[in-house]
């Protein structure tokens, strides 16, 4: 498909996160121009944030191969959590996902299809970024009001003083969207629950670290424990966690003992 350029209409992508650049590369591998407008400084900004994302092989795995960038994800992705299984602190079985076992009508997995691998939210916000000329990202545009010119057009003004006009508008810029109070009155609501992931690795790669002693007095102290195949322990603190738990942890990162 081939557009006349000089006759497109300016689109205009407000956020660099992951859908607004899925959808940048998407339009500029097409022949369709559109900028980006983001309010980090850059991307550094927030690149040490952000944990790990998994992808589906029809879902967000898609959006990159028909962008050119499967080899890229597949170098930088990793199988996990293919395999769970639900234990108590005894190690009785109460949940079994996945496996050479599985039973069911999925089965075990049996190619790329069947897997939702994990790759670093930084490392897929880089490979899309990496895939656009840089000039279609404008970086220190935090987008502070919208104005309805008619005809669908829009006029945007920037933190930073600049305003720049639009014939298509997207809002790609996260739950406290400046857009999307133009087409619904949805607020996003505070649930009152927080949570963390704490993450304590084996010393020495000693994958059997997780499933002993250390994988049953972190249960004991916080009963939601993950132990994952390399033996880190992912301990899940909320509002139900004992404080006498959440120092235990703090302490045992603090100390060194364990990598966090
Ligand atoms: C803990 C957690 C785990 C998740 N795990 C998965 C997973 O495993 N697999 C998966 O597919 N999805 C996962 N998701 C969902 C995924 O993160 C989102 O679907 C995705 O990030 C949405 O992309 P987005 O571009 O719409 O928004 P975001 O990624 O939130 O990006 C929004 C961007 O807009 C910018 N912005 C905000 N306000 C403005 C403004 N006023 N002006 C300009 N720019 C602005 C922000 O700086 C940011 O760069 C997870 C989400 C969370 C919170």
Redesign the pocket.
């Known amino acids: 498909m081939s557009f006349n350029t000089s006759t497109q209409p300016p689109i205009a992508i ?9 959808l940048l590369l998407t339009l500029h591998r097409r022949g369709i121009p559109a900028t980006v ?4 400084a850059s991307f550094d900004a ?1 690149a040490h944030l ?7 092989w029809k ?2 795995q898609r959006a990159l191969r028909e962008n050119g960038l499967q080899d890229e994800f597949d170098k930088h992705s990793r199988p996990e959590g293919e395999e769970m299984r639900i234990c108590d602190s005894t190690g009785k079985v109460h949940l079994k996902l996945g496996g050479e076992d599985e039973e069911g009508p999925g089965g075990p997995p049996q190619g790329k299809e069947d897997i ?1 691998p ?1 790759i670093d ?1 930084t490392v897929l ?1 880089k490979l899309l970024l990496d895939a656009v000329p840089t000039h279609l990202v404008q970086w220190d ?4 009001s919208v104005r309805a010119l008619g005809n669908g057009q829009h006029e945007l003004t ?2 930073n003083g600049i305003t720049a006009t639009c014939d298509l508008l997207v809002g ?7 857009v999307r109070p133009l087409l619904s009155s949805a607020t996003p609501q505070f649930l009152g629950v927080n949570g963390a992931e704490i993450s304590l690795a084996p010393s020495g790669g000693d994958a059997a670290w997780g499933r002993g002693a250390p994988y049953e007095s972190m249960c004991a102290m916080a009963g939601r424990v993950a132990a994952k195949a390399n033996g880190t322990l992912e301990v899940c603190v909320g509002p139900g966690t004992p404080q006498a738990a959440i120092k235990r942890f703090g302490s045992v990162a603090a100390s060194g003992e364990r990598e966090g």
Do not use: M, N, W
């Not at 407000?14 to 899925?22: H, V």
């Not at 952000?50 to 589906?56: A, Y």
């Not at 790609?172 to 400046?178: L, P, T, V």
């Open positions: 407000i956020g660099c996160g992951l859908g607004g650049l899925a407008y983001e309010r980090d927030r952000g944990g790990s994302l998994d992808l589906g879902s967000g939702r994990e939210r916000r545009h935090a987008l502070s920037f933190a790609a810029d996260g739950a406290h969207s400046r």
